[in-house]
Each structure stands twice: as C-alpha cells, then as structure tokens.
C-alpha cells in the first residue's frame, strides 16, 4: 500500500514537473556554448591586435565590420551546440521537444535579449562601442533570470554571475573581451560541467 | 470525503492521475501535447479524459486551428479541490 502511494506521489511530482518545467537543458550544451564563446573571443583578440588600435573602446570600421561578423558567426554556433545537446537529451528521455513550456521560455528569454540587441545597435551607432560588452551581459543574465521559473537547474545563479560580471564591465572600458570571454565562455563551462554532474 | 473511502477511486488510474497533476499546473493542455507528456494511445487518452469529464473534473474544449479540430482541456475547481485532497489523503496515508 506505502508502495503504490510513494508510486503514485512521485508520479504527480514528475508530471507536475514535466509539463510546466523545461527540464531537459544539457550540461553538455553550456559546456558546447562557452568553448565556442572561448575560441570566439580568441578571434576577436586576434583582429583587434591585428587592427593595431590601442586606443580604449575606439577601432576603425573595418575592425568594428569584422568584429560583429564574428560576433553573429559565434552566436549562431554556440546556439547550434546549445540546441544540439538539449534536443538530444530531450529524446533520450523520451520527452517532446517543442511544447507549450519551451515557447513560454523562448518568449520569456527573448524579451530581454531583444531590447538588449536594440540597445547595443544603438550603443554601435553613437561609437559607444566601450560599453558594449558590459550591456550584453547584464542583458543575457536578466533573460536567464527572466526564463528561471520555467526552467529547472539553478540558471539563476548563472544569470545573476553574468549580471554583475556585466555590471564590472560598464566600468571597465577597455576590457570588453576579458569579461565577454569569462561571460560568455568560462562561466558557461562552469555552469555546464555542474549541470552535467548533478543531472546525469 | 470520510479518511476511510478517503482514496478517491477516479485517480486509481495512473493516466488519470497524471492528467490531472499536468492541469494543476498548467492552464489549457491541448490532446497532442497530453498525449506527448504521459505517453498513452489516442484512445487510451479519449477514455480517461472522457471519464475525467463526466465527474467535472476537467473542462473540454473543442476548436478548429485552419481545418484540424483541436482539443483542450481545463483542470475545474471541482477537479481541483479533489485532487487537492486526494493529495492530503496520499500524504496522511504516507505518515502513517
């Protein structure tokens, strides 16, 4: 009897959770997303020596033209590697990719990030290229924080590191890099190297 | 509801049970997506539903997308002062 109702309670418990939580976020994604954000800043670092400016936050065109094509190339890989892992995962439990939690957190992670895109472009077009990199992280780190409660795993912690990391950053100008590489590259690893462990 | 016939018999079912879990925390699941989260049949899924419904327990809604119908459902406030405490019943059972 004990049996069929600890049965029954962890059935509810694992439904309940299931279909109202995104629950299979793979560690391996962080992990695939922050090692492509690592080489991406390595690039980066490579066409602003080769560039030649040493002047703080100020590079000529052709650098600021290369550098958010990078920037778009990075993206759309890391999100690759994010998705890949995750579907993956998703399938292997045996659980429906697309369904109504992962458009609530979709809707819930663009937000910020759109308005944050919005904010940068208009950071590029007044040459405010020095605050950047602080924006786009306080940004992201408000849509993880924004997407928390349809989302299992502690991405809290996650969001809130990147929002004071983006915080040190608007104060930093001149090391937009070094904080998008431990940003965007180290701390995802970290996170995903946990996630991994604890999620298995 | 007395402790004793405490157990109520419409949750014995596991699909039902998870059916309903799945509406006390969400607004309106549609047939597919239900379908998807407990991993029944079709008409294992029709049978229990349609149960669910008869003690209104749950509320059916039935649209047209385009062409396709689609069906929904609701958890009721019936539906969820009774599981509710089927809940309770579950837990006092589990302290004991």
Same mark, same amino acid.
């Given at each position: 009897m004990t049996d069929k109702i600890s049965e029954d309670l962890a059935h509810i418990r694992s439904m309940m959770e299931r279909s109202s939580?995104? #629950?299979?976020?793979?560690?391996l994604s962080g992990i695939g997303a922050g090692a492509t954000g690592v080489v991406g800043a390595y690039f980066a670092h490579r066409i602003i020596e080769k560039s030649g &400016? #040493?002047?703080?936050?100020y590079y000529n065109h052709q650098t600021v033209f290369d550098l958010v094509v990078l920037a778009l190339i990075t993206l759309i890989v890391a999100l690759f590697f994010g998705s890949f892992f995750t579907i993956r995962k998703s399938k292997k439990l045996g659980l429906?990719?697309?369904t109504s939690t992962t458009k609530k957190t979709m809707i819930q992670l663009s937000i910020p990030l759109l308005v944050g895109g919005v904010f940068c472009l208009a950071l590029i077009k007044y040459e405010l290229f020095g605050l950047i990199a602080g924006t786009t992280l306080i940004f992201y780190g408000l849509a993880l924080l924004n997407a928390e409660k349809y #989302?299992? &795993?502690?991405i809290k912690y996650l969001g809130l590191l990147e929002i004071i990391l983006g915080c040190i950053a608007l104060f930093w100008i001149g090391k937009g890099l070094l904080f998008w590489t431990i940003g965007f590259g180290f701390l995802h690893i970290i996170y995903g190297v946990i996630l991994y462990r604890k999620y298995k | 509801m007395s402790i004793i016939s405490?157990?109520?018999? !419409?949750? !014995?079912s596991r699909v039902r049970l998870g059916m309903m879990s799945v509406l006390m925390v969400n607004e309106w699941v549609d047939f597919t997506e239900m379908k998807n989260l407990l991993q029944v049949t079709d008409g294992n899924l029709a049978s229990h539903s349609a149960a669910l419904e008869k003690n209104q327990y749950i509320e059916v809604k039935k649209e047209f997308v385009g062409k396709k119908p689609r069906t929904s459902y609701k958890i009721s406030e019936l539906g969820k002062r009774a599981f509710q405490e089927h809940l309770n019943f579950l837990e006092k059972m589990m302290r004991q």
């Open positions: 939580r995104f #629950v299979s976020l793979s560690g &400016s #040493v002047v703080n936050g429906p990719v697309w #989302v299992f &795993s502690d | 405490g157990l109520n018999k !419409e949750f !014995e």
